[in-house]
């Protein structure tokens, strides 16, 4: 068969790629997918824009957030450091609140329902949509032909974590918009290409709220990254106070004091990142943050910053340190997260073997 282009280059999620109509109606059950790569420590852009964001759906809608080893391996990790740093995501998890009688906590690499659908999805999605994906192009650099091929196929296997629970709302950073947009292509792709519309739903990423976007502390326009050579462009869950003080002292800013209205912040990259940590921090709007701090200078801004920060993260080190003191709880919540996870990801599977044909 051949293979159609994809119909529209314009994303919207309000039609269905494949046919360009209002997407047929997904009948199922609302539910939440999303995971954190087990791969270097976790930062206050983390923590705010994914883990208490995770923690707070767990109340509203049915919540799967797994621990992402199979992706981390896509560049190298080394094995005998892998599966401690994946018990260290989920104890971030807990320690942010999430609650395993609520929320499924689970690792990627025990459901394999994940790579099995994953193959599925590769043989649906089309070489064409991945040349696309920006993320690979900036991850591979100038060596495309030596990276992996699973870092290629990266958003594929994404696309397959979020499906198997069928999943309807993904909570991610804005960096993984594009790898949504996949994840509605390839669905649509498969409901049409198997004529079964509405069998998988067509995912929308929540890429809003505060805390969505928390800049590096050296450089406005970047984003807060685990990568960044320079530790003092983030603020790591696992800083003490002095670190985090210092940290936030050192901050590049300009030599204005704080606007007094949203209009003028948002010409200040470094002053505007600044106010979004401390709204994000004590659950305030930045139009509340200015009208306590406008006017006022950096030498009080900051200062109160840092001791909004250490409070708020002190107790979340703690909990993930008292967590990680009990590896072996930690793997038992991880693995009846597993075993959960596999329970519902397995009637997924069976349909898409007797859709696609399969012997069985
Ligand atoms: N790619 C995501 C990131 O780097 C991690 C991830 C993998 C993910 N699979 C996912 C997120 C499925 C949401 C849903 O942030």
Redesign the pocket.
């Given at each position: 068969m051949g293979a159609p282009a994809r119909p529209n280059d314009l994303y919207s999620e309000k039609t269905d790629p494949m046919t360009d109509q209002p997407p047929v109606s997904y009948a199922g059950p609302q539910r939440v997918?999303?995971?954190?790569?087990p791969s270097g420590a976790l930062h206050l852009g983390n923590y705010l824009g994914?883990l208490v964001k995770f923690a707070r759906l767990q109340h509203q809608i049915d919540t799967f957030i797994?621990v992402?080893d199979m992706?981390a391996v896509t560049v190298w990790q080394d094995p005998a450091l892998l599966a401690g740093q994946t018990r260290e995501i989920a104890a971030a998890y807990l320690a942010a609140g999430l609650d395993p009688s609520k929320a499924t906590i689970f690792p990627?690499s025990a459901v394999t329902a994940h790579a099995e659908l994953g193959w599925i999805f590769q043989c649906v999605a089309r070489l064409g949509w991945l040349d696309r994906m920006t993320q690979f192009k900036e991850k591979s650099g100038k060596h495309k032909e030596r990276s992996s091929v699973g870092l290629y196929t990266?958003?594929v296997?994404?696309a397959a974590?979020?499906l198997v629970y069928k999943a309807t709302q993904?909570?991610?950073?804005d960096?993984?918009k594009q790898?949504l947009e996949l994840t509605r292509d390839i669905a649509a792709k498969f409901n049409h290409d198997f004529d079964r519309p509405g069998f998988f739903p067509l995912p929308e990423a929540m890429t809003e709220g505060p805390g969505a976007r928390i800049m590096s502390l050296r450089d406005g326009s970047a984003k807060m990254s685990k990568s960044d050579p320079s530790d003092n462009s983030r603020i790591n869950l696992t800083d003490d106070a002095d670190t985090i003080a210092q940290k936030i002292r050192k901050a590049r800013t300009d030599p204005e004091p704080l606007p007094e209205t949203l209009e003028e912040l948002k010409a200040r990259p470094e002053a505007d990142n600044l106010v979004g940590v401390y709204g994000a921090l004590a659950d305030m709007t930045k139009a509340q943050v200015l009208a306590e701090f406008g006017g006022q200078g950096f030498g009080a801004f900051k200062p109160a910053l840092a001791d909004l920060a250490v409070a708020k993260l002190g107790p979340v080190s703690d909990a993930m340190r008292r967590y990680l003191a009990d590896p072996a709880e930690i793997d038992r919540i991880l693995g009846a997260g597993a075993e959960r996870a596999r329970a519902a990801a397995a009637p997924t599977l069976d349909e898409v073997r007797k859709i696609v044909g399969f012997w069985r």
């Open positions: 997918v999303s995971g954190v790569q994914a797994f992402a992706h990627q990266y958003p296997l994404q974590d979020i993904v909570p991610v950073g960096d993984q790898h």
